[in-house]
């Protein structure tokens, strides 16, 4: 990795491009003309729904496992989860072969425990609202000699989610496009970070927006503040992939240095843009997927010279809640 003020650079984001090749979907970038029509402006929707396990999380999963040595590998991989980094660590895991360890919230939708398991992992569930997801893992590693795997304060983690990036802008060029701002679902910051990243080197003109639930707006905070700002004790958002308690100690630099302003949504504006994606752009999205969208079918999003990015950033959503939004 890379020795520059950052935990990454955009070379660093080019080689993990190369690294995940073989193993991962180019996924595709749409345009609808319903919801161009609807916002005023040229939408572009980077749908990481696609990819393996249904979110944009095996790039950097891959990206790291893909760089243990083998005896590392042979003492396999702890990682915590809710979801989306437990199903990507599982999947690139079993492609190589490295025994997987996963510490999920009990509470974590049913599809993706399920999904977890059924990929090979072992999964260690505990309560979000009394336990250490992390003194879980870290005794999980030091009891088997395992590396830990965090979901996103982690340099090859960052550069992998960052290739999303990459993609995003050679997609934009071959549909005649100039990508005037990107706006990615936040969760700890390692999409946001990485696709920054990468971005911003070929284009630095290009605005990027994290954008958070409404009660989870540690990044908005933090971008303004300086530090790494906390979530409010008992905060609650149906956005379960989006719930870290601040941002990354890598992201954040990262992201105070690249990325222009910090949206928030509601849990209704999330169903909203759950139901739009559905019945409009014919597309499932789990609503930590769906931030970004909801917040340019709110209007939320600054105007810009060139075309808007929306990153969907995962299609991993609980059945019954699905319905349940669909129905209203």
């Avoid at 990015?309 to 995962?314: E, K, L, N, Q, R």
Wanted: net charge negative; charged share 15%.
């Amino acid at each position: 990795m890379s020795n520059a003020p950052f935990a990454i650079t955009a070379q660093d984001v080019a080689d993990a491009a190369r690294i995940i090749a073989p193993a991962a979907i180019v996924t595709p970038l749409l345009e609808n003309a319903a919801l161009n029509a609807l916002v005023g402006r040229r939408v572009f929707l980077k749908f990481e729904g696609a990819q393996h396990t249904g979110s944009f999380k095996f790039r950097g999963a891959y990206n790291r496992l893909a760089r243990l040595n083998a005896a590392e590998r042979a003492a396999g991989v702890v990682a915590w989860s809710s979801g989306n980094h437990a199903q990507g660590i599982a999947a690139a895991a079993r492609l190589l072969g490295i025994p997987a360890t996963i510490v999920m919230p009990a509470d974590a939708p049913a599809i993706k425990l399920a999904n977890t398991r059924a990929l090979g992992a072992d999964v260690i569930t505990y309560d979000r609202h009394r336990d250490s997801r992390e003194a879980i893992a870290a005794e999980l590693a030091g009891e088997r000699g395992a590396t830990i795997v965090p979901s996103f304060d982690d340099p090859f983690i960052i550069a992998g989610q960052g290739t999303a990036g990459l993609e995003i802008m050679a997609q934009a060029q071959a549909a005649g496009a100039s990508v005037g701002q990107i706006l990615v679902c936040c969760g700890g910051g390692g999409l946001t970070a990485g696709i920054a990243t990468a971005v911003k080197a070929q284009s630095p003109d290009t605005a990027i927006y994290s954008v958070e639930p409404r009660d989870f707006d540690d990044t908005a905070r933090s971008l303004r503040s300086g530090v790494r700002e906390q979530v409010a004790p008992g905060a609650r958002s149906i956005c379960d992939a989006l719930l870290s308690p601040s941002p990354g100690e890598l992201t954040l630099p990262i992201m105070r240095a690249l990325v222009t302003d910090g949206l928030t949504v509601s849990d209704d504006q999330v169903r909203d843009a759950m139901r739009f994606a559905f019945s409009t752009l014919k597309l499932v999205v789990e609503p930590g997927g769906a931030v970004a969208l909801a917040a340019m079918l709110a209007g939320l999003a600054p105007p810009c010279d060139g075309a808007s990015v929306v990153v969907m950033s995962g299609s991993n959503v609980d059945p019954a809640m699905f319905a349940q939004i669909i129905a209203q």
